[in-house]
């Protein structure tokens, strides 16, 4: 079983908008560093985001650097979420997240699409 379960992916056109929930389920992400990655076809896995478990600070790979914010449900403290805005189509992909920022990781979920065309 999965620790983090991928969601809210879609197709949108160029310029617009989507949020992503990367859910844990029976534990809190408190502590934990969150990193979320995607895939193209043909090319490699790539880091988009990491949230560092012990600071909570969030970087973000210079292609996506003031078009993607990091958030979490500070409630149930178990889901984080990726506001992607102005999106653009070389931002297709795969997304994943996981409990890490770097590679590999052996537990990754299904992913979710994210299709950005006109």
């Known amino acids: 079983q999965v620790p983090l379960v991928e969601s809210g992916g879609g197709l949108v056109q160029p310029g617009g908008s989507l949020k992503l929930s990367c859910a844990a389920s029976?534990?809190?992400?408190?502590?934990?560093?969150i990193g979320w990655f995607r895939q193209a076809p043909g090319k490699e896995r790539e880091r988009v985001s990491c949230t560092s478990g012990t600071t909570g600070s969030t970087s973000y790979a210079d292609s996506v650097k003031g078009r993607f914010t990091i958030s979490r449900d500070n409630a149930a403290r178990n889901t984080e979420y990726l506001q992607m805005n102005n999106l653009k189509p070389e931002d297709s992909a795969v997304y994943y997240c996981?409990?890490?920022?770097?590679?590999?990781?052996?537990?990754w979920g299904q992913g979710t699409q994210v299709t950005v065309s006109s």
């Open positions: 996981a409990l890490s920022c770097i590679l590999p990781y052996n537990y």
């Open positions: 029976g534990f809190t992400l408190d502590g934990y560093p």
